[in-house]
């Protein structure tokens, strides 16, 4: 059984910082290629930050390029995403996503690649 369980979400001041976690069971997670999506209330899932499986390779929507950071811990089954200078816009549902791949650059902004996904994990910014 696959799973995806997210942790690290909180309510944080603008300008504060995050860590989220999400730890990987049920797949080989060294062959997975693993993204990040956050969803705002009314609001699509949108693409943040995905890390490739094969060299680590990284990829970042715009809005996020330069505060946040994908990582990840093939030794530990879990990606993160560091979440710097916080904006009220950032507020979100964060859920993280595996697609398990022999393809060597996998990385994708698009949800529809993604197999697996967690329930998600919420941030939400003050002012």
């Known amino acids: 059984q696959v799973q995806l369980v997210e942790s690290g979400g909180g309510l944080v001041q603008a300008g504060g910082s995050l860590r989220l976690s999400c730890t990987v069971s049920g797949r080989t997670f060294s062959r997975c290629t693993m993204g990040w999506f956050r969803q705002a209330p009314g609001e699509e899932r949108e693409f943040v930050a995905a890390?490739?499986?094969?060299?680590?390779?990284?990829l970042y929507s715009d809005s996020v390029k330069g505060r946040f950071t994908i990582s990840r811990d093939n030794a530990k089954n879990t990606v993160y995403l560091q979440i710097n200078s916080l904006k009220t816009e950032d507020t979100a549902v964060y859920y993280c996503a595996a697609r398990e791949t022999l393809y060597y650059r996998s990385t994708s902004v698009s949800a529809s690649n993604y197999y697996d996904w967690g329930r998600g994990t919420q941030v939400t910014v003050s002012s």
């Open positions: 890390i490739n499986w094969s060299d680590g390779a990284t």
